[in-house]
């Protein structure tokens, strides 16, 4: 069986195309189109160029599918319309052009699925977990029986630096001024140090990981540390760093820097010394939850009638 997901993010439209036999599963498509939500988002409201372009990779996607032979289609949307006046707009008209029904997740289930994706490839049965997106954060602690507490926050790479940055590159200032939002915020929804590892996921951690291999031969667990270097050392350098970006993630050039502060602002406040940066995220988990929905069996005529006494 073939299952195309589709998710509709701030930054990017990505199109996962998976093969499924049994409870297992492999990706054998992954393509993305940029999303451009933030720059076609007018006050609050997307504007009709963004919304034109959306329908557009959501078509592209759907020929990726029928290429592919997909036997079913799911599309969720994340921070991309969670914080958009006209989202209904959105998706009314996304469905009527393309036949797509987006399915709106909550900042809970997205963590949710975060937490699905992270336990499918982890041995720790504890910790903390953080998917940063272009449009949020969420953040979440977890043990053997399932998340313990989770929060989504808009402060995803793009908001922020959209929110906070004035040039290309932060400066020292405006990189402090995002790590206290971060820790304000995990202060505001009652998050307290648990001190151990995080595990980051989503297309920024991947970057940063890749910058930090190529500027500093970092590679597995990135500390704390290291981390707090690399943001002095680029943003005393501006114009080295968009050298530097521009050959690791060239369009994340205005992103990159800011998510690197915000994953810092969440080590700094949660008492990690480091960072673990995971290739799996809400597609994944999203995945996991298909399967484990299809796994379930159907229940009997008799367990029908029982249930309803």
């Known amino acids: ?14 199109l996962d195309i998976f093969e499924t036999e049994d409870r297992e599963y492999r990706s054998i498509y992954d393509f993305a189109i940029y999303s451009k939500i933030v720059e076609n988002t007018v006050g609050t409201s997307l504007s009709q160029e963004g919304i034109e372009h959306v ?16 036997d ?13 006046d006209n989202a209904e707009s959105v998706l009314e ?36 977990g953080c998917d940063l997106g272009g449009g949020s954060i969420q953040v979440f602690t977890y043990d053997k029986n399932g998340p313990v507490k989770s929060a989504s926050y808009p402060l995803g790479s793009s908001r922020t630096a959209k929110r906070f940055v004035k040039g290309e590159i932060p400066t ?10 971060v820790g304000d915020s995990l202060s505001e929804t009652g998050f307290v140090p648990c001190c151990g590892t995080l595990f ?14 190529t500027a500093m031969g970092k590679s597995g667990k990135l500390f704390l540390s290291d981390i707090n270097i690399a943001l002095s050392l680029l943003s005393e350098r501006p114009d080295e760093a968009l050298e530097l970006i521009a050959d690791v993630a060239p369009k994340r050039k205005r992103t990159l820097v800011p998510g690197m502060a915000i994953l810092a602002g969440v080590m ?22 298909i399967l484990n929905d299809d796994s379930k069996p159907e229940p009997n005529l008799l367990d029908l009638i029982l249930g309803s006494i």
Not at 55 to 70: M, T
């Open 72 to 84: 079913r289609v799911e599309c969720f949307s994340t921070a991309s319309l969670r914080f958009i």
């Open 93 to 128: 008209q996304v469905e009527f052009r393309t036949g797509i029904k987006i399915r709106m997740i909550s900042g809970d289930e997205e963590a949710n699925y975060d937490y699905l994706a992270l336990r499918s490839i982890s041995d720790s049965e504890s910790g903390i």
């Open 55 to 70: 329908i557009q990779a959501i078509e592209e996607h759907q020929q990726a599918c029928r290429h592919y032979r997909c």
């Open 1 to 14: 069986m073939r299952i195309g997901i589709i998710d509709f993010g701030t930054n990017t439209l990505r």
């Open 172 to 181: 020292a200032e405006e990189i402090a001024d995002i790590k206290k939002c």
């Open 268 to 289: 700094e406040k949660m008492g990690c010394d480091g960072m673990e940066v995971h290739a799996v995220g809400v597609r994944e988990g999203f995945m996991e939850s």
């Open 200 to 213: 980051a996921m989503g297309g920024t951690a991947k970057a940063i990981q890749k910058l930090c291999k």
